[in-house]
Structures are given as structure tokens and as C-alpha cells.
């Protein structure tokens, strides 16, 4: 049975950084998947953050985290990684991950991220 289980969420201050985390389980070959974080807030929809392609690494982020976020994936290891520097008070919400591939997406439980003074 495939898994993602994220992690790393917590409290943070304006202007702080954490790094959040998502271990894949049960996948024959995780580096076949392409890997994304996507978030929501509060009475919002879901919304994608970052995303990385299988095949050549290609990233793509959203607007309003550019220059803050960065995507990593770590196939030897099965996990996928999202820094987020400079955090704003908007970036408050649960964090997920999601793995997909032909067959469709996979996602993980997510983990909530709070920016509050």
C-alpha cells in the first residue's frame, strides 16, 4: 500500500523558515512520480504551491511563494522536501504532499503550518 506521510509543520514567526518533509512508502519506483505540495486555508480551496517533474526536475511555483520556496526530492531516500523562507502570515494553512503518476494522485494527510506572531 503506497503512503505519504508529511511532516516538519509547526508555529513560526513572520519572517522565519521551516522545512517540511514527505516520506513515501509501499512505492516500487518513487522517482516515476512526478511530486508536488499543495495548500489550503481556511475556508479556501486547494491551491498548488511547488511542483517537480519526474522526468528532467523541471519546478514550477506559484506566485506568491516564489523566491521563498524550493521543492527538493530525494528518490534514493523516497522523500520529497519543501523549504519555505520568509514566511508571511497568508502562508498559514494545512501543507500537503502529493505523489502522481498515469494511474492518478496519491496524497499524504498534510500538516499544518501556522505564521503567527
Known amino acids: 500500500q503506497v503512503q505519504l506521510v508529511e511532516s516538519g509543520g509547526g508555529l513560526v514567526q513572520p519572517g522565519g523558515s521551516l522545512t517540511l518533509s514527505c516520506a513515501a512508502s509501499g512505492f516500487t519506483f518513487f522517482s516515476a512520480y512526478d511530486v508536488s505540495w499543495y495548500r489550503q486555508a481556511p475556508a479556501q480551496e486547494r491551491e498548488l504551491v511547488a511542483s517537480?517533474?519526474?522526468?528532467?526536475?523541471?519546478?514550477n511555483y506559484a506566485d506568491s511563494v516564489k523566491g521563498r520556496f524550493y521543492i527538493s526530492r530525494d528518490d534514493a531516500k523516497n522523500s520529497v522536501h519543501l523549504q519555505m523562507n520568509n514566511l508571511k502570515y497568508e502562508d498559514t494553512a494545512v501543507y500537503y504532499c502529493?505523489?502522481?503518476?498515469?494511474?492518478?494522485?496519491?496524497w499524504g494527510q498534510g500538516t499544518q503550518v501556522t505564521v503567527s506572531s
Open positions: 517537480m517533474a519526474r522526468a528532467d526536475g523541471t519546478t
Open positions: 502529493k505523489a502522481e503518476r498515469s494511474l492518478g494522485p496519491i
